[in-house]
T-cell receptor
Framework: QKEVEQNSGPLSVPEGAIASLNCTYSDRVSQSFFWYRQYSGKSPELIMSIYSNGDKEDGRFTAQLNKASQYVSLLIRDSQPSDSATYLCAVEARNQGGKLIFGQGTELSVKP | DAGVTQSPTHLIKTRGQQVTLRCSPKSGHDTVSWYQQALGQGPQFIFQYYEEEERQRGNFPDRFSGHQFPNYSSELNVNALLLGDSALYLC???????????FGQGTRLTVV
């Protein structure tokens, strides 16, 4: 089992729709979770962090965390073509010195 | 406020050579982590520096070494380059473990 798993996609949604990106993790003691957006050829850009169970909203983005199910998700409302990118889920490995462990990323394509 | 800066942005080296990559963290950050990202994969943790010491290390051979200077900037050195070392090398800085990490623009290393 991979430490952080994401569907590689590609996930294709029409413009204006809600994009739902999912991530599961194996380390039960992890406390910090992050979503990064990475455009092709560029470096990852932090878009959301979440530390407590429940939802956290920031503009069109909502991060959801369920520690009991070891599941974190990212919702993008009113998706725009400019949201087309690879979305990386990162989990702090608390029992491995706090390093970030990344999933392989989900490629999102928003069609006009 | 300057973010994380890396140099150089692109580099071409011959197999067997040595390379040094540089990173300046975001202002106020004292922890620097290095990642390797192969095409189509999530970033893989190489090591992390704090207070000029290597605090954590990922599953990378001893050919990969680093250093952190008193001003918190850092270097990544790779000896005896292999073709498989071709990747995007990313530096990330943070205030402390488990908090938000911000990436530089990366160094694209090509080994020929």
């Amino acid at each position: 089992q991979k430490e952080v798993e994401q569907n590689s996609g590609p996930l294709s949604v029409p413009e204006g729709a809600i994009a739902s990106l999912n991530c599961t993790y194996s380390d039960r003691v992890s406390q910090s979770f992050f979503w990064y957006r990475q455009y092709s050829g560029k470096s990852p850009e932090l878009i959301m962090s979440i530390y407590s169970n429940g939802d956290k909203e920031d503009g069109r983005f909502t991060a959801q965390l369920n520690k009991a199910s070891q599941y974190v998700s990212l919702l993008i409302r009113d998706s725009q073509p400019s949201d087309s990118a690879t979305y990386l889920c990162a989990v702090e490995a608390r029992n491995q010195g706090g390093k970030l462990i990344f999933g392989q990323g989900t490629e999102l394509s928003v069609k006009p | 406020d300057a973010g994380v800066t890396q140099s150089p942005t692109h580099l071409i080296k011959t197999r067997g050579q040595q390379v040094t990559l540089r990173c300046s963290p975001k202002s106020g950050h004292d922890t620097v982590s290095w990642y390797q990202q192969a095409l189509g994969q999530g970033p893989q943790f190489i090591f992390q520096y704090y207070e000029e010491e290597e605090r954590q290390r990922g599953n990378f051979p001893d050919r990969f070494s680093g250093h952190q200077f008193p001003n918190y900037s850092s270097e990544l050195n790779v000896n005896a380059l292999l073709l498989g070392d071709s990747a995007l090398y990313l530096c990330a800085s943070s205030v402390e473990l488990g908090t938000e990490a911000f990436f530089g623009q990366g160094t694209r290393l090509t080994v020929v």
